[in-house]
């Protein structure tokens, strides 16, 4: 049973910074994709930022461009996200994922409903 734990969220005032992390209890590559999520309430889940944990290629969406990061430490089986210049708009529960080998191409990385392995969140609070 594979497990990903997040930690590292908080309340923060805005254009503070944050580092989320994900240990994974298998290996890294055990999944193709790794990435963080994030839902607040009412809202939809969005995809933040996702990253191959082999080969590096990294997807972001448009609002968090500039400010988040994501990374991979395969040795720790730990993908990170760190958060700066953060906005009110950042307050959610952020979710870590990652999606198992030998499924084929993702097409689209971003998409919650790709992944097959969830935590169970971190929150994370912007205050104005």
């Known amino acids: 049973q594979v497990q990903l734990v997040e930690s590292g969220g908080g309340s923060v005032q805005a254009g503070g910074s944050l580092r989320l992390s994900c240990a994974a209890s298998a290996s890294t590559f055990s999944f193709d994709f790794m990435g963080w999520f994030r839902q607040a309430p009412g809202m939809e889940r969005e995809g933040v930022a996702t990253i191959h944990t082999g080969g590096g290629s990294i997807y972001y969406t448009d609002s968090v461009k500039g400010r988040f990061t994501i990374s991979r430490d395969n040795a720790k089986n730990t993908v990170f996200l760190q958060m700066n210049v953060l906005k009110p708009e950042d307050t959610a529960m952020y979710y870590c994922?990652?999606?198992?080998?030998?499924?084929?191409?993702?097409?689209?990385?971003?998409?919650?409903?790709?992944?097959?392995?969830w935590g169970q969140g971190t929150q994370v609070t912007v205050t104005s």
């Open positions: 994922a990652a999606r198992r080998t030998g499924l084929g191409p993702i097409l689209y990385p971003l998409r919650s409903d790709k992944y097959n392995f």
